[in-house]
């Protein structure tokens, strides 16, 4: 905690329980400090509200189980999925969102597309152009 937030660009962290599914806290991205608190009954629950979303860049997905958390991350509409961990990131893998989050990735080998913008030159030149 910074000891005088009002000097500076601070927002403290901030855990908001209880939210409606329809409030904006959940329903767009929020770059910042925040965690929502959203409770269901069973999985299909769970990722219709994750998938309920027009953004898509990250989701996390805490259990024991294996076999679920596998399930789950392929029905998540995210770009990425941690399992039991918060942002593991190596450089050399995929990064990216889906729906609004953004389009393509970058990361490794996917970093050339992703950086460059290829383009198509096509000449056609005259039967004379041809032999000269």
Known sequence: TPADPARGFYYLPTLLDGVDAN??????????????????????????????????LAAYVWTANVDRALRVAEKIKTGMVWVNSFFLRDLRVPFGGSKMSGLGRQGGR?????????????????????DG
């Open 23 to 56: 409030s904006r806290a959940v329903s767009e991205e929020i770059f910042g400090p925040v965690l929502t608190v959203e409770r269901f009954d069973d999985e299909e629950q769970a990722l219709a509200g994750a998938n309920a979303t027009r953004f898509g």
């Open 110 to 130: 996917f970093s050339m597309e992703f950086w460059t913008e290829p383009k198509l030159v096509c000449v056609a030149y005259g039967e004379e152009d041809r």
